[in-house]
């Protein structure tokens, strides 16, 4: 199996006295990177949408339900992108979106990270997860940024 790691970078513009954010494809990046044929490919994803609540000083409460557009998979290689959107990769006709849905979200030993478990769906197929993720605020938000393995 091949192994996949995603990186994802989100600012959120919002204004510090909400804790619920809309991430938007401007100023983030859903990257990752995959073993193929002996050689590492980096890609990311676009159509970022979704809802996060998040409060740093109550990250029990906070929920993350994310999203991306499965058929904006890119790799700067556009024949095998093709082959990523058909059925025997992720199937875009069919599942459209990559989802993540956070269900529980604990501090971690540093100031401003975090550990996050929840579910992420990919082409129909759910598996619960957990990583780490940094949140640090800027002047208009947060920026999270965090990554994890997954196998294929």
């Not at 809309?22 to 044929?37: A, E, H, R």
């Not at 790799?75 to 992720?90: A, G, I």
């Not at 780490?132 to 294929?152: N, Y």
């Amino acid at each position: 199996m091949r192994r996949i790691i995603l990186f994802l970078s989100v600012i959120i513009s919002a204004g510090s006295t909400t804790a619920q954010y809309k991430p938007t494809d401007q100023g983030s990046t859903v990257q990752f990177k995959i073993k193929n044929l002996g050689f590492n490919v980096n890609g990311f994803f676009t159509g970022l949408q979704g809802n996060i609540q998040f409060d740093p000083a109550h990250p029990d409460q906070g929920h993350f339900d994310v999203s991306v557009d499965a058929a904006s998979v890119n790799t700067d290689n556009s024949t095998r992108d093709e082959h990523l959107r058909k059925e025997n990769y992720f199937d875009v006709k069919t599942y459209p979106r990559i989802r993540f849905q956070s269900t529980k979200i604990l501090p971690a030993n540093k100031a401003g990270s975090f550990i996050v478990s929840g579910n992420l769906t990919i082409k129909n197929t759910t598996k619960e997860i957990s990583f780490p993720f940094t949140a640090t605020a800027g002047q208009t938000g947060f920026v999270f940024k965090g990554s994890f393995g997954i196998h294929r």
